[in-house]
């Protein structure tokens, strides 16, 4: 059964840093990422990358502000956020996928995990 939980979510001030996790297990993957939803808009990209790394992508609005990689001691997917902003107050989602690009859309990702809460005070 494949699952992905993911945690580190929290309530922090503008400025701050929060590093999301996420737990795969159940299967191997291809690729890996990050998405976002505020209530009553779409789910958005966050970033992206290969299982094996070294092919980040990101959203122009976190770029330079966010890291994606995985833990291959703890075979965590992570999400570093820095200097974190108002606007980044979101549930945000770990998503996994068999195929090795790191894609962008969610209709690209299969597995989903079920969200982390991240609040933004400005």
């Known amino acids: 059964q494949v699952q992905l939980v993911e945690s580190g979510g929290g309530f922090v001030q503008a400025g701050d840093s929060l590093r999301l996790s996420c737990t795969a297990s159940?299967?191997?993957?291809?690729?890996y990422a990050w998405f976002r939803q505020a209530p009553g808009k779409e789910r958005e990209f966050v970033a992206a990358?290969?299982?094996?790394?070294?092919?980040?992508r990101y959203s122009d609005s976190v770029k330079g502000r966010f890291t994606i990689w995985r833990d291959n001691i703890s075979l965590s997917l992570l999400l570093q956020m820095n200097n974190l902003k108002p606007e980044a107050t979101r549930v945000y989602y770990c998503?996994?996928?068999?195929?090795?690009?790191?894609?962008?859309?969610?209709?690209?990702?299969?597995?989903w995990g079920q969200g982390t809460q991240v609040t933004v005070s400005s």
């Open positions: 998503a996994a996928a068999s195929g090795r690009l790191p894609l962008t859309a969610q209709d690209d990702y299969v597995y």
């Open positions: 990358n290969t299982w094996r790394g070294g092919a980040a």
């Open positions: 159940g299967r191997t993957f291809g690729s």
